[in-house]
């Protein structure tokens, strides 16, 4: 973890645009469909690249998602890349019947996850996407919380055979990591340890969450803070830890049914014991608006996060 | 054309009604109006147009076929028992606990079966997926679909076949079974169809439309589209009659989605056994 590049800011949207050239070069079973948003969406590098590994079907998601399928059936790695509210809704069946129902190896790889799209208004802010996509069977849902990690797990969807839906946020993110730490799919990271209260972020807020645990620290709180960007698969194990702390608080920028807070507190619930408090989209739609004033309406800040675990330790 | 081949095409088309029938009947399930319509196509594509090996049903230089109008896969899959994909008395488990033979196909379970499908309208992205993938590799193979008319009122197809046109796929065959029924009554009332030959064509497509049931007309439709490529999609639109080949299930929408009791599964047999009048 880098203390010093938290002012460094990026859009994850840019290391999808970043690595999916990368892996372009290396594999070129490796396709990017696009669905007319290209541009926006960063792969235009890729497409001028890699023109023989590049597809662009106009604005019908549910072709991009079907010709993909057909495309993986011949051991292409498409990525389809678009808009998370249309990644995620527009092709739910077609992802459900043509991608995981066969199991193919097709990603689908969306800008403007959760609220990021601030300024578009609620039709472009994805609040529902993971929750969605994690209740298809064989389908895997990852959220990077910064650029280098949203790289390495864009690197390990390619490498990992089966469908992966992965969410980019719109807007830059503070950066998190070095570029060296190693990220693995389905693995929870671990970026504080601590026996007071657990914090359990994913995406666009780990940041917050951060800065959350270090102001709680300075109030001589201990936080175990961890960076869940695999809602499904869990990682169970690393939930379990949170649970013998018996204190735990999501945060998301996603609808606070069946996203994170969702996921983890099923495996809670399942333990039987502890206790959880959904910070994330207040089940309400967004609308244009600074993305961080759309954060506040939802009590997704460092201030919401911090009065929580000062409550939940009372 | 020797008249040879086409009677032992039609021969063909019998033995998959049969086979189809008699699938459907043991289930007490499934779909026979539709597969009827399908076998004169069905058999022409597995008897003889398409570059399949049995013995090798993932080769990846092989023909591919999508049957988009996944319901009707009774008769693909007595296309796959009689040319040796599946062991012949296996298919007899159509829709049980366990079976590979699903009510819709499933490319995991069933060897033979290029993309699971069952939600209409979705089928041909994923042809074009694959035709697509061939010409990229510049593999000779080429990719038949199959459609329902009714399946042309999604939208999804008109997605597809505008990239299909766009990435001129002349690898890629679609068979529209235009039966004029649907579920809940025919086309004309539920959703006109209007001519989807003109349709296909305003896409940008080579079309033609022959009648379905004619083996001379759909091999001679095949030889046709093998000879001449100009980097455009063909779709063969196809006059049929759905449940053809049983008098009491022909142009019935009741025969959609049925199956026969014993008394009618013997009078069907019968009736299929002397061929398509």
């Given at each position: 973890?880098?203390?010093?590049k ?8 840019e290391?999808?645009g970043d ?8 594999n070129?079973?490796?396709?990017v469909v696009?669905i ?12 001028n690249?890699?023109?023989k ?9 549910q072709?991009?998602?079907g010709l993909a399928?057909g495309?993986a059936?011949?051991g ?12 995620s809704?527009?092709?739910a ?6 991608i ?13 996850g959760?609220?990021t799209?601030a300024n ?10 993971m ?16 650029y280098?990690s949203?790289?390495k797990?864009v690197?390990?969807a390619?490498e990992?055979?089966?469908?992966v ?7 830059t ?5 070095d570029e060296n730490e ?6 929870a990271?671990k970026?504080k340890?601590?026996?007071d209260i657990?914090?359990?972020?994913n995406g666009?807020t780990?940041f917050?969450?951060?800065?959350a645990?270090?102001?709680?620290e300075?109030?001589g709180?201990?936080v ?6 695999t809602?499904?698969?869990?990682d169970?194990d690393a939930?379990v830890e ?12 996603h609808?606070?049914?069946n ?12 333990e039987?014991?502890?206790?959880v ?9 967004g609308?244009?608006?600074?993305y961080?004033k759309l ?8 201030e ?7 409550e939940?330790?009372? | 054309?020797?008249?040879?081949i086409?009677?032992?095409?039609k ?8 086979t ?7 289930a007490?399930s499934?779909?026979p109006?539709?597969s009827?319509s399908?076998a004169d ?9 398409m570059?399949i ?9 092989r023909?591919?076929f999508v049957?988009?109008?996944g319901?009707?896969c009774?008769?693909?899959y ?7 994909f ?10 049980q ?7 819709h196909?499933d490319m995991?379970?069933?060897p ?21 993938a061939g010409?990229r590799?510049?593999?000779d193979?080429?990719v038949f679909?199959m459609?329902g008319d009714?399946?042309c009122?999604e939208?999804?197809i ?12 002349d690898?890629l065959?679609?068979?529209v ?7 809940d ?9 209007q ?5 296909f ?20 439709a ?6 001449s490529?100009?980097?455009?999609p ?7 009659v759905?449940?053809?080949g049983?008098s ?13 009791n ?9 009736e ?6």
């Amino acid at each position: 973890m880098s203390e010093n590049k938290v002012l460094q800011k990026k859009a994850t949207r840019e290391a999808f645009g970043d690595e999916i050239v990368r892996l372009g070069g290396l594999n070129k079973d490796i396709y990017v469909v696009d669905i007319d948003i290209g541009k926006s969406c960063k792969t235009t590098e890729f497409a001028n690249k890699f023109p023989k590994q590049h597809v662009n079907v106009g604005i019908a998601e549910q072709n991009g998602a079907g010709l993909a399928a057909g495309l993986a059936t011949t051991g292409k790695i498409p990525f389809v890349s678009t808009y998370a509210v249309f990644g995620s809704l527009r092709m739910a069946e077609q992802i459900r019947q043509e991608i995981c129902y066969p199991n193919l190896n097709v990603k689908i790889a969306c800008s403007h996850g959760g609220l990021t799209p601030a300024n578009d208004g609620a039709s472009h802010q994805a609040i529902e996407d993971m929750g969605v996509l994690r209740t298809i069977p064989n389908m895997t849902v990852v959220m990077g919380a910064d650029y280098h990690s949203t790289r390495k797990l864009v690197a390990q969807a390619a490498e990992k055979y089966g469908p992966v839906y992965l969410r980019f946020t719109r807007d830059t993110m503070p950066f998190i990591y070095d570029e060296n730490e190693e990220f693995t799919i389905g693995e929870a990271k671990k970026l504080k340890d601590g026996n007071d209260i657990a914090i359990i972020a994913n995406g666009d807020t780990v940041f917050l969450a951060l800065e959350a645990a270090k102001q709680l620290e300075s109030k001589g709180i201990s936080v175990k803070l961890l960076d869940i960007h695999t809602i499904k698969p869990l990682d169970r194990d690393a939930v379990v830890e949170c649970v013998k702390i018996g204190k735990i608080i999501t945060v998301e920028d996603h609808n606070i049914i069946n996203g994170l807070g969702s996921a983890v507190s099923e495996v809670v619930a399942e333990e039987g014991r502890g206790k959880v408090r959904r910070i994330g989209v207040q089940d309400q739609f967004g609308q244009s608006a600074p993305y961080e004033k759309l954060l506040e309406l939802n009590g997704i800040t460092i201030e919401n996060i911090v009065n929580t675990a000062q409550e939940m330790l009372l | 054309m020797s008249g040879n081949i086409i009677e032992e095409l039609k021969q063909n088309a019998v033995d998959l009604r049969k086979t189809a029938l008699t699938m459907i009947h043991k289930a007490q399930s499934g779909h026979p109006g539709g597969s009827f319509s399908a076998a004169d196509i069905i058999a022409a594509l597995y008897f003889k147009e398409m570059n399949i090996d049995p013995k090798n049903p993932n080769w990846e230089d092989r023909d591919r076929f999508v049957l988009s109008k996944g319901h009707v896969c009774p008769i693909q899959y007595s296309a796959l028992a009689l040319r040796g994909f599946v062991d012949y008395e296996t298919i007899y488990t159509l829709r049980q606990f366990g079976s590979p033979f699903q009510g819709h196909p499933d490319m995991k379970k069933c060897p033979g079966i290029d993309i699971s499908t069952g939600s209409l309208g979705q089928g041909l992205s994923c042809a074009v997926g694959m035709a697509l993938a061939g010409k990229r590799d510049e593999k000779d193979y080429r990719v038949f679909a199959m459609l329902g008319d009714g399946e042309c009122q999604e939208g999804q197809i008109w997605e597809a076949a505008q990239s299909a046109v766009k990435y001129e796929l002349d690898n890629l065959v679609i068979f529209v079974d235009d039966n004029g029924l649907q579920i809940d009554g025919t086309t004309e009332e539920i959703m006109p169809n209007q001519d989807l030959e003109l349709k296909f064509k305003a896409f940008g497509f080579e079309t033609t439309r022959i009648d379905g049931h004619s083996m001379e007309e759909i091999v001679a439709a095949l030889d046709n589209v093998r000879s001449s490529k100009n980097n455009k999609p063909t779709c063969i639109v196809c006059n049929t009659v759905k449940g053809k080949g049983v008098s009491f299930m022909e142009h019935s929408v009741t025969w959609h989605g049925i199956a026969p009791n014993d008394e009618e599964y013997q009078n069907a047999l019968a009736e299929l056994e002397g061929g398509l009048k």
